[in-house]
Structure formats: C-alpha cells, structure tokens
C-alpha cells in the first residue's frame, strides 16, 4: 500500500462512493437485474417463388421476405413517416447478379400511439 491509498480511520468517503455502496446495499450487494437481451431479435428469410426459383434471364419475379421477430420486439413499418422511429429499409445492393424492379411492397401495418415519439407509430 501507498501513503495515498491507505485510508486512515473516520476518514470520510467520496459522494460518489457512497452512491455506489447505497446502489449495492439496496441490490443485495448483487448490481441491479438486467433482463438477457437477445443477441438478434430479427431472424431474416426468404422465400422463394413457386416455380423453384428458376427465373429466365431478364425475367422477373415475386421474393417474399419474412422477418421472424422474437415476443415483445417489433420492426418499425416501411411506411413509417420521419419525424419518429426510423422506418425499416429493404434494398439490394448494387453488384449483384439481380436487382429490385419496383418497390418493396408489405402488408397493412399495425398503427399504435407511442408515447416515446408522441407520434402514431406503425408496424
């Protein structure tokens, strides 16, 4: 031990030391519980279309995207407006051996006041 670190008897400890002790006593000396988040909520698929994913060159066909969300957790709509959660994007990139030939387009959102945004929210 160091002259500066040892601590003489009645000495006073620091305020933020002692926010921390209090944090611990009130915990059980355990920090406080922190639920296990999931490393990825979202699971993404695709889904071919029926004739196999056979598609002749220069053709053209349906992929449907499925995102598998785990309970309590939701995707934020295509067709959120700004001003809010940002809206969930769906694109290909450039360089591949296919590219998008229209919009993305999903099912009816489900629509909800958040009170975080202070806005209707979809999805």
Not at 65 to 90: C, D, F
């Amino acid at each position: 031990m160091t002259p500066r670190s040892r601590r003489r008897a009645g000495a006073s400890i620091p305020a933020a030391g002692l926010v921390v002790v209090a944090a611990l006593a009130v915990c059980g000396g355990q920090p406080w519980p922190v639920a296990a988040q999931p490393e990825n909520p979202v699971v993404w698929s695709f889904r071919a279309p029926e004739n196999g994913g056979k598609v002749p060159a220069g053709g053209q066909t349906v992929i449907e995207v499925v995102a598998t969300i785990e309970p309590g957790w939701h995707l934020y709509a295509i067709t959120q407006p700004p001003g809010g959660p940002i809206a969930t994007r769906i694109s290909v990139p450039t360089g591949q051996l296919f590219a998008a030939a229209g919009p993305v387009t999903a099912p009816a959102p489900r629509r909800e006041m958040d009170p975080n945004f202070e806005m209707e929210t979809q999805f």
